[in-house]
């Protein structure tokens, strides 16, 4: 958010359940987001030097980030508006002026949604890429890490610090 204001005002009412980290612009953003790898991103849509709609698809495009939830929060209220933000893989798009109850709502609800995805997918061993429905970027992921295991099958001394290592994690 580049707004000095609302920025704060953001601050004041999410510090009490989250750690936040915030940014002036969409560069800084997105810098934060490979540097924190953060459970969640609230962007505005209109900021210098890179908006919310160039910071989305970029945290989409890659794959250290691309898990992210995303909240656009914008003064364009155009169902044109709305439609291309959620296009570009924005989990919501909410309009200004809003009420801050709905967004620490909504994103309690996504952060919740993500927590039990994990959930589901860490009781689930096998992964089929080719069943799943994925974007490319996680397509390559997947791919990579099957490879990896695959290729370590037979190794007892591989762990999942060397697994990790392989990956670049």
Request: aromatic share 8%; proline share 3%; glycine share 4%.
């Amino acid at each position: 958010e580049d707004n000095v204001d609302l920025r704060s005002f953001l601050y004041e009412n999410l510090e009490g359940d989250y750690q936040i980290a915030v940014a002036e612009n969409g560069l800084q953003g997105f810098e934060k987001a490979i540097e924190l790898i953060p459970d969640l991103i609230v962007s505005d849509m209109m900021m210098p030097v890179m908006d919310g709609f160039s910071l989305c698809t970029k945290i989409r495009s890659d794959e250290r980030t691309s898990h992210i939830p995303f909240v656009l929060l914008t003064a364009r209220s155009t169902i044109e508006s709305k439609l291309a933000g959620l296009e570009l893989g924005a989990d919501e798009y909410i309009t200004k002026p809003f009420n801050i109850r709905e967004l620490q709502v909504r994103i309690r609800n996504l952060l919740e949604q993500r927590k039990n995805l994990r959930k589901s997918f860490s009781r689930e061993v096998t992964v089929q890429p080719k069943n799943i429905c994925i974007t490319s970027v996680d397509e390559r992921f997947l791919n990579h890490a099957v490879a990896i295991m695959e290729s370590h099958l037979s190794d007892e001394q591989f762990s999942v610090e060397r697994f990790a290592e392989e990956m670049g994690m």
